[in-house]
Every structure is written in C-alpha cells, then in structure tokens.
C-alpha cells in the first residue's frame, strides 16, 4: 500500500464501522413513516450525510490521536493498524481531513438548525465535542471506563430520538426505546475492540472497561448488549401495537451464536472478525425493525 493513497485513507476510515452511524438514522426515519405516513426524504439524507461525517470525525482522530500519544509503538497491540501509525498519512494529512469534516459536518448541520432550532444545534456541537474527546485531550475518552457508555449514547438515544426530533419535532417513547436498542449493539461492538486489546491497553495505561473491571466483566457487558435489544423488540412492538416490528427476532440465534464465539474466541486477530460480525448484526437489525416499521404502516 502506497503513503497517501485511497487504501490508505481507507484504512484510517474504517469503512466497516460506518455502519454504526447509518443503523440509527435508517430506524428513526422508518418508525417516523410508521407514525406518521410521510418522510421528509431531503431531511433524511442529510441526518444521514452528518451521521457518517461524525462517525470519519471519530475514526480519524482515533487514527492520529492513537498515534501521537506512542500508544501503537508500545504494548502488543493486535487490532487493525492504524494509518498514521505505520506512514501510510501523516499526522497533518489527518489533522486537516478532520478539519475538512468538521466543516462539512458543520455545513450538513446548517440546514437541520434552521428547521429545528437550538435543540439541533446542541446535539451537533456535543456530537463533534464527543468525536475529539474520544481520542484527544488530555484524557481522551478512549482512555476511561466511559468509551462503551459514550457509544451507547451518541449511536443510540441521540441517534435515533435526534433523527426523530431533525423529521418530526418531536421525541417519542418508541423512539427513544429504538435509541436504546441500537446502542446496546453498538455499545458490544467497542467491547468487541476493547476486549480484543485489553493486555496492550493495560500496557499502556488505558484504562477501558476490560482493564478495570475485568474480563468476565466485558464479556458480560458483550452479552447484555447484544442480546438486550431483542427484548426491547418486543417491548417496541407492543408499544407500537405493531407485531411487524417483531422483524429483528428472526436474527436472535444469529446473536446467541455471536456471543458463543466471542466467549470461545481465541485471543488476537480473530476478534477482528466478531468486531464485523456484530457490526454486520447491528445492520441488519435496522433493518429488519425498519423494514417491520414501514410493513407495519403500509399493511395494518
């Protein structure tokens, strides 16, 4: 791979990861047609647009900030190099792209602000705020016990009742518990990561969750995520009075054998691939409540 070139980027992109961002906003925008019967569809893109943009602010300055402290030169880290790391970009290279999101962020969110208002303009500043803090600062986030819960918050809750509040101002009780779910899942994909280092972020004196509270600790946060939203589902249902949003249940033996082969995986590389997994799970459970949120409109 050539210095600065697209698989460089690529690499400190994270590609995969993206998926975080867009499982959110692809719920909240079903369960407003649901509710509603229409969808600003202009609204939509651009809550989606400004989803990704932060998920690249986080990636990036994950990237370089892992960097810049030494953290990748020490320890016996195994998870996926980073680009700035190992010379592919360098730390300025990065430092303007995250500039550059920043203001495409910032453009994105404009529109959003003009139809919603100061809410809007809140949840943008602290979602940019919570993209630097999770790897920079003096003590990044990243850092702390607190990554996993940050995760949940930005990717689910905020997400998703941000999304309803951006197309509908308003915030509703199955939104904020679609918030919920969602989180939960991207909340056991940092575990994922954060499991999969713990020797190397001992080593280096992160103190994630694994490190301070244990190894049995993570793997049961792992499950309560992972598993967590499929009682939500029904609770959802329910509230909804709409069996279609049952949808994501078909995928709960899928999540069970997930959470085996995290617990029985060997330590090292092959967490990498339960880390796309899960992700992979993430997405596909927006999709199918969001597919059930919309059958459930259109057929009932």
Known sequence: MRPGSFGAWQLALRPPSLLVAVSPVVVAAALVFERTGAVDVGLVLLAL?????????????????????????????????????????????????????????????????????????????????????????????????????????????????????????????????????????????????????????????RRTFPVVFGAAAARGLYGFGLLAPFALVVALAGLARSPWMLAPLVLLPAALRLRRDFEACAPGLPFNLILFR?????????????AGAVLGRLLD
């Open 49 to 205: 647009a400004a989803a990704v943009v932060m998920q690249v602010i986080t990636n990036l300055q994950n990237d370089v900030g892992y960097t810049v402290r030494g953290a990748e030169r020490r320890g016996n880290r195994v998870g996926l190099p980073r680009a700035t790391s190992t010379g592919l970009l360098t730390v300025r290279q990065v430092r303007l792209a995250i500039l550059a999101a920043i203001a495409a962020a910032m453009l994105l969110g404009l529109p959003l602000v003009l139809v919603r208002g100061m809410p809007v303009l809140l949840m943008g500043v602290a979602s940019i705020v919570a993209a630097l803090a999770y790897m920079g600062g003096p003590r990044p986030i990243a850092y702390t016990p607190l990554g996993e819960a940050t995760v949940f918050v930005f990717f689910g809750p905020v997400s998703v009742a941000g999304t309803d509040f951006v197309l509908t101002g308003q915030v509703t009780a199955t939104s904020l518990l679609a918030g919920v779910a969602m989180g939960g899942i991207a909340l056991a994909a940092l575990v994922v990561n954060n499991y999969r280092d713990i020797a190397h972020d001992r080593d280096v004196g």
């Open 278 to 290: 899960t992700f992979k799970l993430e997405m596909a459970f927006a999709v199918l409540l969001a």
